[in-house]
């Protein structure tokens, strides 16, 4: 386990549906990430949270909301979503420091189906 | 363009024996280059960590390398287990932004008895 939860692990939804994906992190880490993993494809940046401001959207859909109530939570709302969105969803959580080598710890991700 | 390719995509070996997969960059400038294991269906786990003046770093049966010159990096296996059996995926961080980090594709590794 890496300190990182994610729920749901799995998910399946219609294209009209909204739902909400949950990423929880208690170990004191001041940044966040969601990330999309497609098959045979690499990890895909799609949102940045610096001490709970968003400092990153990588032009990802509207369809797609991130929402940071403070630093331990992370949400991923979703709506209207498309069959292409169906993916693994992954949250990451590190500290940045003046390092800037503290690697990022992975949840284990939210399989997400869209019909 | 900041560009992470690894090489092979795919590999099998048997049990015991050794691998290297590799690692090429373009990313710059370069902050540090890191090495994760990920199972199916779960997140990546971080194996190894090296910034720009590092050139090996080993983590049990994991060691990887870096040449910063030809900006090339290496993961060696040794001793292979069935539970090494993964993608394992190179990432690369640039300077200046928390998130600069670019991704490789993965090799999937399988280790056969």
């Known amino acids: 386990e890496t300190g990182v939860t994610q729920t749901p692990r799995h998910l399946v939804m219609g294209m009209t549906n909204k739902k909400s994906l949950k990423c929880e992190q208690h170990?004191?880490?001041?940044?966040m990430y969601w990330y999309k993993q497609s098959a045979k494809k690499p990890l895909e940046l799609m949102f940045v949270?610096?001490?709970?401001?968003?400092?990153e959207n990588n032009s990802v859909p509207s369809r797609f909301s991130p929402e940071c109530p403070n630093s331990s939570h992370l949400f991923l709302h979703l709506h209207t979503l498309q069959p292409e969105d169906s993916a693994l969803y992954l949250c990451?959580?590190?500290?940045?420091?003046?390092?800037?080598?503290?690697?990022?710890?992975f949840g284990p991700g939210t399989r997400l189906t869209v019909l | 363009k900041n560009q992470v390719e690894q090489s092979p995509q795919s590999l099998i070996i048997l049990e015991g024996k050794n691998c290297t997969l590799q690692c090429n960059y373009t990313v710059s400038p370069f902050s540090n280059l890191r090495w994760y294991k990920q199972d199916t269906g779960r997140g990546p786990v971080s194996l190894t960590i090296?910034?720009?003046?590092?050139n090996t770093k080993s983590n049990g049966r994991y060691t990887a390398t870096l040449d910063a010159d030809t900006k090339q990096s290496s993961l060696h296996i040794t001793a292979s287990q069935l539970s090494d059996s993964a993608s394992y995926i190179c990432?690369?961080?640039?300077?200046?932004?928390?998130?600069?980090?670019?991704f490789g594709s993965g090799t999937r590794l399988s280790i056969r008895p």
């Open positions: 170990l004191g880490h001041n940044a």
């Open positions: 990432v690369v961080e640039g300077y200046s932004s928390a998130s600069k980090i670019i």
């Open positions: 990451a959580s590190r500290i940045i420091g003046t390092s800037g080598t503290d690697t990022q710890y």
């Open positions: 090296m910034t720009f003046s590092e």
């Open positions: 949270y610096n001490f709970k401001e968003q400092t």
